[in-house]
């Protein structure tokens, strides 16, 4: 049975995990705003991310706690990725003021 410090790092292994994976799909969809994709194109990007970010997790779950499925990692993995969800919203609330704000200026200065 690991010790609480063990759990402790194991969580926050968890929570990186998740907010990689989370970032990795953000990244996936900024991709698609860039360049449009038919529906099958789509589909098959899934398909393989999930796939990937099944592999992924299952060997960070194999090495932080031996392969058991520990429910700490579970929480940690989906606190990782609401974590991540919320500072990538307020990056884009941040971004989107910023740009405003230049905007602005750059009309007035015109």
Known sequence: MPG????MMIFLA???SGAIVRLTYRCISCFRRIVKHRRYA???EDLVFWTGAAIYLFVQIYHTSDGSIRWY??????????FMTFFLNCLEKMHKKIYVYKKK????KA
């Open 14 to 16: 968890a929570v990186f």
């Open 73 to 82: 990692f579970v929480l940690g993995v989906v606190v990782g990725a609401v």
């Open 42 to 44: 789509v589909e098959a």
């Open 105 to 108: 200026e750059f009309q007035s």
């Open 4 to 7: 609480i410090e063990e759990e």
